[in-house]
């Protein structure tokens, strides 16, 4: 009986150590990225043109700062797609370019797992972008997000193949052609009003029917 359980206990021993050794390696928790939204976008290096952007406009603090914030990052090929001297007339002008940065940020963390639950998703700079997927692709406003859930420090980027725009407000006033009834043909018709009724004045005073029957 002794000789057996020596046989066993060496087993027995090996095997748990081997489950010492292998928990403690799958309970523990996945690295936390220990870069934020800006320095991630200059170390992945296909999003020179944005990291510019956000410099002139002043936004640099604001994506280095705590968020947490989501981001839908334009590539360098997604602003070569817009025509030629568009980025270099952006950089000049701070206010416009800044209002466009800011369409591209989403306030707080929202990973592509709720992202697809959305129809759309309002923006920092004030007016919202519409998400659908289509084809198992995701699309934001135009622009399909070709790279999703990249983890940074403050919060999280997704990477998109076109250069998202606000819509233009719309204008204050009619348009001055089309669309509009001429004058002239608002007088005529307060002419007609007014001649019906006075002429209705005129039948009902004369009008030999009562309207109601007194005994």
Same mark, same amino acid.
């Given at each position: 009986?002794?000789?057996?359980?020596?046989?066993?206990?060496?087993?027995? #021993?090996?095997?748990?150590?081997?489950?010492?050794?292998?928990? =403690?390696? #799958?309970?523990?928790?996945?690295?936390?990225?220990?870069?934020?939204?800006?320095?991630?976008?200059?170390?992945?290096?296909? *999003?020179?043109?944005?990291?510019?952007?956000?410099?002139?406009?002043?936004?640099?603090? %604001?994506?280095?700062?705590?968020?947490?914030?989501?981001?839908?990052?334009?590539?360098?090929?997604? *602003?070569?797609?817009?025509?030629?001297?568009?980025? +270099?007339?952006?950089?000049?002008? %701070?206010?416009? $370019?800044?209002?466009?940065?800011?369409?591209?940020?989403?306030?707080?963390?929202?990973?592509?797992?709720?992202? !697809?639950? $959305? @129809?759309?998703?309002?923006?920092? +700079?004030?007016?919202?972008?519409?998400?659908? !997927?289509?084809?198992?692709?995701?699309?934001?406003?135009?622009?399909?997000?070709?790279?999703?859930?990249?983890?940074?420090?403050?919060?999280?980027?997704?990477?998109?193949? %076109?250069?998202? $725009?606000? =819509?233009? @407000?719309?204008?204050?006033?009619?348009?001055?052609?089309?669309? +509009?009834?001429?004058?002239?043909?608002? $007088? *005529?018709?307060?002419?007609?009003?007014?001649?019906?009724?006075?002429?209705?004045?005129?039948?009902?005073?004369?009008? =030999?029917?009562? #309207?109601? @029957?007194?005994?």
């Amino acid at each position: 009986m002794f000789s057996r359980v020596k046989k066993v206990t060496p087993l027995v #021993l090996v095997m748990a150590m081997l489950a010492i050794s292998v928990v =403690p390696a #799958l309970a523990a928790p996945p690295a936390q990225a220990t870069k934020d939204i800006v320095d991630t976008a200059i170390a992945d290096g296909r *999003f020179k043109t944005l990291v510019t952007a956000v410099q002139a406009a002043g936004l640099v603090d %604001t994506l280095k700062g705590p968020g947490p914030y989501t981001v839908f990052a334009p590539t360098d090929d997604a *602003f070569a797609k817009l025509p030629a001297g568009t980025v +270099e007339a952006l950089l000049k002008d %701070t206010p416009k $370019l800044k209002s466009i940065l800011l369409y591209h940020v989403v306030s707080g963390k929202v990973m592509a797992a709720d992202v !697809v639950k $959305l @129809n759309s998703a309002n923006t920092v +700079e004030g007016k919202p972008v519409t998400i659908k !997927v289509d084809g198992g692709k995701v699309f934001v406003n135009d622009a399909q997000v070709v790279i999703a859930d990249v983890q940074t420090s403050n919060g999280v980027i997704h990477v998109i193949d %076109t250069v998202l $725009l606000p =819509p233009a @407000n719309a204008p204050a006033t009619l348009p001055t052609t089309g669309g +509009e009834t001429p004058s002239s043909v608002w $007088l *005529f018709a307060g002419l007609a009003l007014g001649l019906a009724l006075v002429v209705g004045g005129v039948a009902l005073r004369f009008s =030999p029917v009562r #309207l109601i @029957n007194r005994d």
